[in-house]
């Protein structure tokens, strides 16, 4: 009957674990506070577009070229 004592000894110190724990928990739960801020929210995007669109005008400016060499 020796192992009888022992397992609710381990018992014993796993639902003191466990109370200890839920404890912890209980206690910082009040802690922890989610607030939505006063100002919103900037989230500013600077995109360079500035080599697609002078690619593009490349393009279009040698096609132009090439269709009306007279000019140039």
Known sequence: MAGTGERARQLGLA???????MTSCLLLGGCITVKAPDKPIVIELNINIKQEVVYRLAGD???????NKDIF
């Open 15 to 21: 639902a003191m674990v466990v109370a200890s724990a």
């Open 61 to 67: 400016a040698s096609q132009t070229i090439d269709s």
